[in-house]
């Protein structure tokens, strides 16, 4: 079987972030009984038609550890990839690990339902787990493109990040709103920069994957089999 190009694998981080935040979108608008002011996003994996928002967080996590590895073979041997796999297996702990139900959702669950299952306390360290990932990435690519002359990108990624753990780790009410809002704003950052590397936005970025000690003119991401012999940073 012929091995997969770094395009199909960065390819896997464009369609990641659109899919998962399209399906949960209408998920949460045709689910009976389901408030995005009071019910998070976890909860639409509950019910008879929860499968579908398991599969959805489970097939996300897996283009997204797929990006990883598209990540890996632009960017080298560091912490980028890890972090973009971090924050795929996150998701797909989030879809297994089923959380419990609670604030009347689905249809016939108290309001003031209590407790926690094991399954809801594996759960509930997975989302923040893999937003902590996310944020991290965000914040280690604002330093990557500062440091190659490409600001506006410096400057998202970073608003991004700070975006994604007040809205994430900030004490404070309205956590569904804003956990569906740090949704948005990250999917749409992994998207841009998905499509962003794999447009051979390289030459700019990137050391010849040949020969470390010079910069590339043209970088074919299709023939990119593996990782360059040397960091990028």
């Known amino acids: 079987m012929a091995a997969v ?42 019910g008879g038609p929860g499968w579908l928002q ?9 283009l997204s550890i797929g990006f990883g590895i598209g990540v890996r073979r ?7 990839a890890p972090l973009v796999w971090g ?5 797909i702990v989030t879809g297994l690990f089923l959380v419990d139900p609670g604030a ?19 759960h509930a360290v997975a989302p923040p787990f893999a937003f902590a990932c996310l944020a991290a990435l965000c ?16 400057a998202y990624s970073l608003l991004t990040a700070l975006a994604a753990s007040l809205l994430i780790f900030l004490p404070g009410g309205g956590g569904s709103v804003r956990s ?5 704003v990250t999917s749409a950052w992994l998207t841009g920069l998905a499509v962003l590397l794999r447009r051979r936005w390289a030459p700019a970025l990137i050391q010849d994957p040949w020969n470390p000690t010079i910069r590339a003119t043209k970088v ?11 960091r990028l940073y």
């Open 87 to 91: 924050y795929g297996a996150g998701l």
């Open 54 to 62: 398991v599969v959805n967080f489970v097939v996300a996590g897996a």
């Open 104 to 122: 009347g959702f689905p249809l016939g669950t108290p309001l003031d339902a209590s407790g926690m299952s094991w399954h809801g306390a594996v």
């Open 5 to 46: 190009s770094t395009r199909q694998l960065l390819g896997c981080g464009v369609v990641a972030g659109p899919l998962f935040v399209g399906v949960t979108a209408v998920e949460a608008l045709t689910r009976d009984g389901f408030d995005i002011r009071r019910h998070g996003i976890s909860l639409l994996a509950l």
């Open 74 to 80: 632009v960017c080298g041997r560091g912490v980028a």
């Open 180 to 184: 569906a809002l740090a949704v948005v």
């Open 220 to 230: 074919d991401l299709d023939q990119r089999t593996g990782p360059p012999p040397g």
């Open 139 to 154: 914040g280690w690519f604002a330093r990557f493109f500062a440091a190659h002359g490409r600001p506006g990108w410096a």
